[in-house]
């Protein structure tokens, strides 16, 4: 099908872009500092969410918070930049993983 024939003439219209052609990434980050005890999990679940990412959030036993996040480039680094405006986060490390699509989703694991 040629979609190029159903776009508006320049100025008679909007275009609209969507994600469906877009490439998803995942993401395995791991924060360290005052991430427990705090609402961190939460937070995060809620922004994770709002951009329309899949995977998780758990504590570790070392006093940090492990997430999975999965999506868009732009949508993943915004989660990640709202999470270190909103925490005092000493380090974050960022590793680059294979998407996993068994993720249909955002959840806070324990």
């Known amino acids: 099908m040629n979609y190029s024939s159903r776009l508006p003439k320049q100025g008679n219209g909007i275009i609209l872009i969507t994600k469906e052609n877009s490439m998803a990434i995942a993401k395995h980050i791991i924060f360290s500092g005052y991430v427990q005890g705090v609402g961190f999990r939460f937070t995060a679940n809620s922004i994770a969410r709002r951009y329309e990412l899949t995977g998780f959030v758990r504590n570790t036993v070392d006093d940090k918070v492990e997430l999975l996040l999965q999506g868009e480039p732009e949508d993943i680094d915004g989660c990640i930049e709202d999470l270190q405006e909103t925490f005092t986060i000493r ?12 993720y249909q989703d955002f959840k806070i694991t324990f």
Request: net charge negative; proline share 8%; no cysteine.
């Open 91 to 102: 380090d974050t490390q960022i590793k680059s993983v294979t998407f996993d699509p068994s």
